[in-house]
């Protein structure tokens, strides 16, 4: 008797390997690597490791290796803001795609139910758990590509549904060419085929906002220094006096209308009573411009020593028109999530503050009326966050923000990309400034028009168009997409007889 073959085993293991370097595929289509092409290239590779037939462990396992290879990659920035934070993301991240695999249907069927599923498992990621973490995700992978214009109809979420889509009808057409018995689902291929590139079509005609014939210069400063520190290490009085140093640099010109300071640029017990707002005051009355400043103020709530993180706007004659304190919160980094039980188990805890989150809309207002939509750092990353100021009025948007603890531009590129994201997804400029990089203009098409390197101290100004008018993904934003989705990958599921077993089970 012949010795049972180990052909099974090596061809499956081959198998997770194509799943996982998919998921590797799909990271490195990712900013700062970005090269559009790898994602579309890794949902057609990830789809093959499927196949039209899985059993359930492969399913469930190949899904995890595509979302770790992607998630492990391009999260990999994690690691410096907690360690056990970012392996815990990766398994569960990954988790989800693997829960989305094993829940799609076989055969035909499964044309419709991976792309919705997997489209549902990132939707899940963007909000859940404490509160989501939406970076590393297909939009930016898009961003520079020909369908980006998708998210000014459906944002991060549709344009997510495309490249799974596409890529999932890539690897069918490929099976349906050698396998005659994939051939019954062309009719769903076409249709579903069709259906892409009619959202493809209608995103270059889709509405994108007006122009409202005025405009708005702006100077945002960067106050330059070391990446990889963080505020143990740099003094907050010295990164201060940096943006105070390159502020001094400008010339008083009637065409300036702003000075934009990053996020976290001012450290201090109360604002209003310190030295640094007067030094403020007379560079806003010396320039004749309002100055917005990025700062953190302490505050005793409960008996807790806290703090707030605020972006504010002071008019020369040293009045304080408006503040936006930030909504989101950094899990680990600005909160910590179960904090009580992580106490008993690392003083690590210790070193992360806990911000005061804001609860204020999310607008800022010149002394001129002029009305910008606000979002403070890791609130970028969050399309949400920038649709509530522009359905407000925000007529451009800003981003003051705080990369200067990250070492390497994992973070600091996809901040970049979701900018452009945000910009398109709204048709406004976004202004994107920070205290050693990235600093950057985007034009409402997505166009990054200039930006700073990291570390320098420099002041870029440029003149932007105030814009009015509403994107269909600022009108409509997530929902109806996710509950379409949801209808697809339940219908999937239901015609791809992934339900059988209840009627198995139910008595006759």
């Known amino acids: 008797m012949s010795p049972p073959s180990d052909a099974p085993r090596r061809q499956n293991l081959a198998r997770g390997a194509l799943a996982l370097g998919a998921g590797v595929l799909v990271a490195l289509s990712l900013p700062p690597w970005g090269f559009w092409p790898l994602a579309l290239i890794g949902v057609v590779l990830f789809d093959v490791s499927l196949g039209a037939d899985p059993t359930r462990r492969q399913r469930f396992a190949f899904g995890w290796l595509f979302g770790a290879g992607w998630m492990f990659i391009g999260m990999g920035w994690m690691i410096q803001l907690t360690g056990p934070g970012y392996i815990a993301a990766g398994v569960i991240f990954g988790g989800f795609h693997s829960v989305a695999a094993g829940l799609a249907p076989d055969g035909k069927w499964r044309v419709l139910g991976r792309p919705a599923l997997h489209t549902l498992a990132e939707a899940l990621r963007f909000s859940f758990p404490f509160g989501g973490v939406p970076l590393a995700s297909m939009g930016m992978s898009q961003v520079g590509g020909p369908i980006a214009p998708v998210v000014t109809v459906g944002g991060v979420i549709l344009i997510t549904w495309v490249v799974f889509q596409l890529g ?35 995103a270059y005609v889709a509405p994108d906002g007006d122009s409202t014939g005025e405009t708005l210069t702006i100077a945002a400063v960067q106050g330059g220094g070391e990446q990889g520190t963080s505020a143990l290490d740099v003094p907050s009085r010295l990164v201060t006096e940096r943006h105070l140093d390159a502020t001094a640099t400008i010339e008083p010109d009637p065409e300036l209308d702003l000075v934009l300071w990053p996020e976290n640029a001012i450290d201090v017990v109360t604002f209003e009573t310190s030295d640094i707002a007067q030094q403020i005051v007379d560079e806003a009355r ?8 990025g700062l953190t103020e302490d505050v005793v709530i409960d008996g807790k020593r806290r703090y707030t993180n605020a972006q504010v706007v002071i008019a020369p004659d040293g009045e304080i028109v ?25 003083s690590a805890v210790d070193r992360v503050g806990d911000a005061v989150p804001g609860t204020t809309p999310a607008i800022l207002e010149l002394p001129t009326g002029e009305q910008l939509s606000a979002v403070i750092s890791w609130e970028v990353f969050f399309g949400g ?8 009025g925000g007529s451009a948007v800003i981003n003051p923000t705080n990369g200067a603890s990250y070492t390497g531009t994992i973070v600091q590129t996809q901040q970049v990309a979701s900018s452009r994201l945000r910009a398109m997804e709204t048709g406004r400029w976004v202004v994107q400034v920070a205290p050693t990089g990235f600093t950057a203009f985007v034009s409402p098409d997505g166009t990054v028009v200039e930006r700073t390197s990291q570390r320098e101290q420099k002041v870029l100004t440029h003149e932007i168009e105030l814009r009015d008018g509403f994107t269909w993904y600022t009108s409509l934003g997530d929902a109806p997409f996710i509950v379409a989705l949801l209808a697809a990958a339940i219908a999937s599921m239901v015609l791809g007889g992934r339900f059988d077993w209840v009627r198995r089970r139910s008595p006759a």
């Open 168 to 202: 999932t009808l890539a690897s069918a057409a490929l099976s349906a060419r050698t396998v005659p018995t994939a051939w019954p689902g062309a009719t769903l291929m076409w249709s579903l085929t069709a259906a892409t590139v009619a959202v493809i079509g209608v």
């Open 322 to 346: 408006s503040r936006y304190d930030k909504v989101r919160r950094v899990p680990f980094g600005e909160y910590v999530p179960l904090r009580g039980v992580l106490e008993r188990i690392t």
């Open 385 to 392: 966050r920038v649709r509530e100021g522009v359905e407000l």
């Open 286 to 293: 010396r320039l004749d411009v309002p100055i917005s400043v």
